[in-house]
């Protein structure tokens, strides 16, 4: 699926100074920082200033939750995108990082009320993880990273709804 890139339908955050966190496993850095960089430009061409986008790096995926989770109760930041890459291996250890990261971060959103959005990749192959994680222009099919940022800002604004009820 291509993602319109057309400025007049990105969303933009409805309170200025709206902060998001993106964290991202450097494991596989070469298609997580991809989806990372995706994720920032989109952010940016939002309506964000670069300054109210704080960039943290983990090791992998599974410690993405403790580090989202810290960065959402921090009170800095309006939202959380997580980055990572889980490739399906001869075990089952695959099975096991990957359930652990997204209970995690549900876990982690849920305990801080603050929209931490899921952008791990979990793919049976490199070929398969560089369709999804690439941008367009990088011969991706899908950018991973725009949907992810994409679907943060239309959280923010639902969000935003409500509290005006």
């Given amino acids: 699926m291509a993602v319109d890139t057309n400025a007049a339908e990105r969303p933009r955050p409805t309170r200025p100074g709206t902060v998001v966190g993106i964290v991202v496993a450097s494991f596989h850095e070469e298609l997580t920082g991809a989806m990372a960089d995706s994720a920032e430009s989109e952010l940016l061409a939002c309506g964000l200033d ?16 403790i580090v989202a989770r810290r960065l959402a109760a921090s009170g800095e930041v309006d939202a959380v995108l997580c980055f990572g890459l889980v490739l399906r291996g001869e075990t089952e250890h695959d099975r096991w990082v990957a359930e652990g990261c997204v ?18 990749l979990t793919c049976a192959t490199m070929e398969q993880a560089r ?4 941008p367009l222009e990088l011969g991706g099919r899908e950018d991973k990273g725009r949907e992810v940022a994409r679907a943060a800002i239309e ?11």
Avoid at 51 to 64: A, H, K, N, T, Y
Avoid at 131 to 134: C, G, N, S, T
Avoid at 155 to 162: G, H, P, Q
């Fill in 131 to 134: 369709a999804r994680a690439l």
């Fill in 155 to 165: 959280t923010l604004l639902a969000l935003d709804e409500i509290e005006e009820l």
């Fill in 50 to 65: 670069g300054d109210d986008v704080i960039v943290v790096r983990v090791p992998g995926s599974f410690e993405l939750p």
């Fill in 103 to 120: 209970h995690g971060l549900m876990q982690a959103s849920l305990e801080t009320d603050v929209p931490i959005h899921l952008g791990v």
